[in-house]
């Protein structure tokens, strides 16, 4: 006889101490609805079909034996046994007759809800099993989830398939992965009202940077339709991280987006309220080009989101006494309009990292760039292609090959966990071949395109994630080398070790490294890469063509205007570098081109001059106040006072490169202050390159009008040598060693001492030329930034001599 008490429990009766009873999905949804839609989360109500219920159905049946005899002696890794076994095991469970009073408490509770959401409430059917979402293990997608189920008979007919889905191929081998006994992983039964993001949007979340495991951000994927496109990775989702650190202190905007191709929406079939529930009962449609050149959802809704996040981990921290970053799934229902939680479960991969250990892998070498896609995790992987293009030819793989497919399910975990690498042509960061990936530690790339056509079988191959977001394929086996360090072993010597970076997507992956601030954030590679465009050609359209005005219309289609995609696409891009440092100073340097290079950009050629020597020509503070480009600073100053004022990264610091004379500085600094860049307002401190020899011969004038001075060694060499460093035939002579270039580096650091100002050095020095180093700490220097590949060997070479310094022999 059943006990509906130990059958049947609601959400508001159940929280995260039981997942013995109802499995993680349940416990967790049930933590949720209890206490948090008291502070705005919103969460569906539903009840849970406990584990006890799964118990007494299969002892009702004497199911337990023929299960034994099914899977008792199974042998995980070879497939063909795994496919027969499971599917008998499966047999038993779908014949089992489920128990009279069981069925009448299940539809009792399904009366309850529709007299909640009225009779025409659809619903969602969730497997959650009782080992699910744990610390080591997700479960994620092992089991079955039925959707949109109206109808009493389509709810038990839902309920059985759910439970015979405990002995998926999939769920069996990942059981065996991890440890857990088949028999003693039993299934409860998530049934909840259906959110309908068919007609809305939906995706997965993360409470950290899931390549990275970089704390500070919120990671947030979307896409049109129902949720199984983004994980299963059929379609490349819009993406978006929000700063957590700014958003606790009331700032509101996005940190970083980026706009997938959305290609498919998943909706639901007309085949649905059957007693058997076809299987074909969702079905991809294509989306609208207006649909896919937009975002998803909006900035407020992305809003929405990561206070749900923050909510979520935090109350999922307090609870656990330590920080315990999350994995979300969410839907907006485009009926209400709402956003609802649907599932929180516990970050595995990432937040498992031990902290103290930094692993950065290198390439050695390069070769041709076979094909490129999203990058998952930092490592590199090498081996011989293998495409595989159905699941039924699995079996051709071997350990150690590049497994190369159009996309994954979890039917493939058997033999992904032996690649060197995994290529997919489809999905996001967060589809399941990303997951699989991350948790075995085997790099990826996803959303290739055509890695299947591109790729050939037996093809030597390079895969490497550890260049920023983007993933590359290379040609052949290349060298590489991984840098371990025990970050607790390592000290902070008194000069500050900075580090310079100018591509955002390096950011998150180099926030581990000990330095103290970013030194030189260039913007010159958001500009060439992610915008492509010379401002003036934005403020300007009218003194371009058609076909160059075109090319910006199709740049610029998911914003407001052109000018609007300049500004949020620069500060996002600086804001990213700035926040993976955050709250130490991030140093950012206004656009500093030559006149080459900015022709270089679209539309560049209407307004650029031709120079015959472009590296002392018409660059740097020279061009900010001039008519020929003030309105493309003016966009730059736009972009740089949003990422403090409205973004709130107020640890960004502005530096002005190649300031000729004092006046040339006053003029900036009078034109910063007319876009609302003042020197002292909101705290912001502007800093000058020290890269001209009038900047230390005048070093005082110099400091009465900037913050701080950090030397740029490169062009410093240049002007006091003589030598045009872009020349390869005098290239013998720039050697920043020269004893009159020290004797520059001595002058100004001394001068900015003199002056109470911040000396620092930016250039290559530093980087290139340990003795470089050595030189610069001994005259005093504050602080050092350097490119992130030096930072290690520097730091411990600078506490040597420091040491050295303090007690001689």
């Not at 069981?102 to 309850?112: F, N, S, T, V």
């Not at 092992?142 to 998926?168: K, M, P, V």
């Not at 700032?251 to 987006?257: A, G, N, P, S």
């Not at 975990?413 to 060197?420: F, G, L, Q, R």
Request: aromatic share 8%.
């Amino acid at each position: 006889m059943a006990d509906v008490q130990a059958h049947i429990r609601w959400f508001n009766e159940i929280g995260i101490d039981d997942v013995p009873l109802v499995g993680g999905k349940n416990a967790s949804l049930g933590e949720m609805y209890r206490n948090l839609t008291g502070t705005g989360v919103r969460v569906p109500n539903g009840f849970a079909v406990t584990a006890a219920a799964y118990r007494y159905v299969l002892d009702h049946n004497d199911a337990w034996p023929l299960l034994h005899e099914a899977l008792d002696g199974l042998d995980p890794g070879d497939i063909g046994d795994l496919q027969a076994r499971g599917a008998r095991a499966r047999a038993i469970v779908h014949g089992c007759a489920l128990p009279d009073d069981l069925k009448a408490a299940i539809l009792e509770a399904y009366a309850r809800l529709r007299q909640e959401y009225g009779e025409g409430v659809s619903l969602a059917v969730r497997s959650s099993a009782t080992a699910e979402d744990s610390p080591q293990a997700s479960f994620a997608g092992q089991n079955d989830t039925y959707l949109h189920i109206s109808g009493e008979e389509a709810l038990l007919s839902a309920y059985q398939r759910c439970l015979a889905s405990n002995f998926t191929d999939r769920s069996i081998h990942y059981k065996y992965d991890n440890g857990f006994d088949y028999f003693k992983v039993h299934l409860s039964v998530v049934v909840m009202k259906m959110v309908r993001s068919d007609i809305g949007a939906s995706g997965v979340m993360f409470s950290l940077d899931t390549e990275t495991g970089f704390r500070d951000v919120v990671f947030i994927n979307a896409a049109l339709g129902l949720g199984e496109n983004v994980v299963q990775g059929t379609i490349d989702p819009d993406s978006f991280h929000v700063h957590k650190p700014s958003f606790n202190m009331g700032y509101r905007t996005v940190l970083k987006r980026r706009l997938g191709s959305k290609e498919k929406r998943m909706i639901f079939t007309d085949t649905l309220n059957t007693a058997n529930i076809a299987v074909e009962y969702t079905k991809n449609i294509d989306t609208t080009p207006d649909e896919r050149n937009r975002f998803c959802i909006t900035d407020a809704d992305v809003m929405v989101l990561a206070d749900y996040a923050i909510k979520v981990e935090n109350h999922y921290s307090t609870k656990a006494g330590f920080n315990k970053p999350m994995d979300m799934e969410w839907a907006k229902d485009g009926i209400d309009g709402q956003i609802y939680m649907v599932q929180a479960r516990p970050e595995t991969v990432a937040s498992q990292r031990q902290g103290a250990m930094l692993e950065i892998y290198h390439l050695k070498e390069r070769s041709a760039v076979l094909l490129q896609g999203n990058a998952v995790g930092t490592r590199i992987g090498a081996g011989n292609v293998r495409v595989i293009d159905d699941v039924a030819h699995l079996s051709d793989f071997r350990p150690g090959e590049v497994l190369v497919a159009d996309t994954t399910t979890p039917d493939w975990e058997p033999v992904m966990k032996t690649a060197a690498a995994i290529v997919t042509n489809r999905g996001g960061r967060t589809c399941h071949a990303a997951i699989v990936s991350r948790e075995l530690g085997i790099p990826a790339i996803v959303g290739s395109g055509n890695g299947t056509g591109v790729l050939k079988n037996g093809q030597a191959v390079t895969v490497s994630c550890a260049e920023g977001e983007t993933g590359n394929v290379y040609e052949g086996i290349l060298a590489f080398d991984v840098q371990k360090t025990d970050l607790s072993q390592l000290g902070r010597p008194k000069t500050e070790i900075m580090m310079n970076l100018g591509n955002p997507d390096q950011a998150f992956s180099l926030a581990a490294l000990p330095v103290d601030g970013i030194g030189l954030a260039r913007m010159e590679f958001i500009i060439n890469e992610y915008i492509k465009v010379h401002p003036m050609a934005l403020s300007h359209p009218e003194q371009v063509d058609e076909a160059t005005r075109a090319k910006i219309a199709a740049l610029s289609v998911a914003f407001d205007s052109p000018e609007d995609f300049f500004v949020k696409t620069l500060s996002e891009g600086v804001a990213t570098i700035a926040a993976a440092v955050y709250p130490k100073p991030c140093v950012v340097r206004m656009s500093d081109f030559k006149s080459n290079e900015y022709a270089s950009l679209l539309g560049g050629v209407f307004f650029e001059p031709q120079e015959a020597n472009p590296m002392i020509g018409f660059r740097g503070a020279a061009r900010y106040a001039h008519p020929a480009y003030a309105d493309g600073f003016a966009l730059e100053c736009a972009a740089m006072k949003r990422v403090r004022d409205e973004m709130g990264l107020t640890n960004v610091k502005l530096m002005i490169p190649f300031c000729r004379r004092v006046q040339e500085g006053e003029k900036v600094l009078a034109a910063m202050a007319g876009h609302g860049l003042k020197r002292g307002d909101n705290g912001l401190e502007i800093y000058v390159m020290c890269e001209i020899p009038n900047n230390v011969i005048q070093i005082d004038a110099f400091a009465r009008l900037f913050d701080g001075f950090s030397i740029g060694s490169n062009d410093l060499t240049q002007l006091t040598l003589g030598v045009d460093r872009d020349s390869e035939i005098v290239a013998f002579d720039f050697d920043e060693r020269d004893p009159g270039v020290k004797e520059m580096l001595r002058l100004a650091v001394a001068g900015a001492k003199r002056n109470g100002r911040h000396a620092g050095i930016c250039g290559q020095a530093p980087s290139d030329y340990p003795e470089m180093a050595e030189y610069l700490v001994r005259i005093g220097i504050d602080s050092m930034s350097l490119n992130p590949d030096t930072v290690l060997a520097t730091t411990r070479r600078v506490l040597a001599l420091e040491q050295t310094l303090q007690n001689p022999a």
